[in-house]
């Protein structure tokens, strides 16, 4: 009997050991596991991306549809959601051949400008950190020798074979990169027009799985938030970040900023990080204003990029993200930093969506278990 309850004892024990040894090794070989995650992703990338063009383009499809739809002849009104899919589907192509012939020159020539004047602006930077006061806070930072040795001598980097083979495969990625977005946009265009197929199919899997028919109704239900926060993520933010990149590239190119597109192209794509992503871009486009143009034109551009960013987070992005996420604004920056800190600028991105479902199936899953 002793032995039986001296043993009872010890199997707790030993679970609760299995269990830390299985975290601590977990832990100890997450560089692993997130490289093993990364490489998944890489690989379905065409079908994320295709999800999140779909996400992105289904209110004008909707819309569209919608148009069709109301067509007295037969022909178009029955045929309504293939005719708006080939509609959005030529309207996508318009504006991603506009955004190659026009746009995409011009960024690629400033990136190009940009990587051929580092030298001269680090030169500029050195000489003002050179000439400030002694007592100044600059000084005590240490600020020129750090520049000195994170920046070293840049044109020799460039001319530097290992350096050239490096470029070269950045190039590549970047070809990859731009398949797979292509791609997704052509898989963005099946979702859309298969989309009551894909909905059936997944009722049908959710009868074979969950037998249980309250189990069956619950999943149904997390599945809904997921999918509602992803459409109020990505559909509203995606939305929001064009008139970001739309309006500060316009207030760049009237006071005359060089790299005016990249720079609003970088505002736009920042404008996806809540809360910490429009302060990051203002921080990014003042900071090379300054260095290109001096404080005058830094000031005068600041002024109305801080008038345009209160104005988008108190009544533009409000009026086009209906529903909030309801997130706290620590866990928001907390998810990024963890986010950006494993996966880079796509986890940055994903971060906020991902805890917002995360945080709606925990207070479903609690609700559910207290009202039984």
Known sequence: ?????????????????????????????FSQITLAISRFLRVISPLL??????????IPHQKIEKLYGKIKIA?????????????????????????????????IASIIDLA?????????????LNNVPEDSIWNSLNLVDTLMESTGDIVNQY?????????AIGIINIAGEIFSLLLGLVISLYLLLEREKIIIFF??????LFKNEKVRTRVNKYLIQVNKVLFTFIASKGLDSIINLIVVTSILLIFKVPYA???????????FIPYLGSLIAVILVSLMTLITGGVSQAIQVLIPLLVFQQLDGNFIEPRIMK???????????LAVVVGGAYFGIIGMFLAVPIVAIIKNLLIEYVSNSESE
Not at 203 to 208: A, D, I, P, Q, Y
């Open 159 to 167: 001319l530097n074979p290992v350096r050239i083979e490096q470029v």
């Open 1 to 29: 009997m002793r032995e039986k309850m001296q043993l009872a004892r010890w199997i707790p024990i030993c679970i609760i050991a299995v269990l830390l040894m299985v975290i601590y090794k977990t832990f100890d070989n």
């Open 75 to 107: 022909f178009f009104s029955k045929r309504a959601k293939l005719f708006s899919t080939l509609s959005v589907f030529l309207l996508l192509i318009l504006i991603v051949a506009f955004l190659i012939t026009f746009i995409l020159p011009i960024i």
């Open 323 to 333: 529903s909030t996420l309801e997130i706290s604004p620590i866990l928001v920056i």
């Open 261 to 271: 597109f990249l720079l609003g192209l970088i505002a736009g794509l920042f404008n």
């Open 116 to 128: 051929n004047s580092i030298p001269t602006y680090q030169h500029y930077i050195l000489d003002y």
């Open 49 to 58: 991306y295709g999800i999140l063009f779909a996400y992105f383009i289904y």
């Open 203 to 208: 009722k049908r899997l959710s009868f074979v």
